[in-house]
């Protein structure tokens, strides 16, 4: 089990950028996965970046070249630097972790972070 605690959000203008950080309650090196998934008013959440055992990393494609996903395992913690922020990066987004569990996987989430980016 792992508990979550996103900051950083916020109010951005466009072309602005913003730092989320989320915060683990346990040690991060050995999760399947970790990632941001954001859901703007009226969509489905949606999987804007992630990265997985061995450091391979996902990125949307609406996102690519302008986020970036890190992680300091020292600090238990992860990432989303967000530059050229876009008036549609607007959402909640939310943190979320992988964890395996003998042949299971379960996810975590979470309390999420509102950004809005005002154009």
């Known amino acids: 089990q792992v508990q979550l605690v996103e900051s950083g959000g916020g109010l951005a203008q466009a072309g602005g950028s913003l730092r989320l950080s989320c915060a683990a309650s346990?040690?991060?090196?050995?999760?399947?996965?970790m990632g941001w998934y954001r859901q703007a008013p009226g969509k489905q959440r949606e999987l804007v970046a992630a990265?997985?055992?061995?450091?391979?990393?996902y990125y949307l494609d609406s996102v690519k070249g302008r986020f970036t996903i890190s992680r300091d395992n020292a600090k238990n913690t992860v990432y989303l630097q967000m530059n050229s922020l876009k008036p549609e990066d607007t959402a909640v987004y939310y943190c979320?972790?992988?964890?395996?569990?003998?042949?299971?996987?379960?996810?975590?989430w979470g309390q999420g972070t509102q950004v809005t980016v005002s154009s």
């Open positions: 346990r040690s991060i090196f050995s999760l399947n996965a």
């Open positions: 979320n972790a992988v964890v395996q569990t003998g042949p299971y996987e379960y996810d975590y």
């Open positions: 990265i997985r055992i061995g450091s391979i990393s």
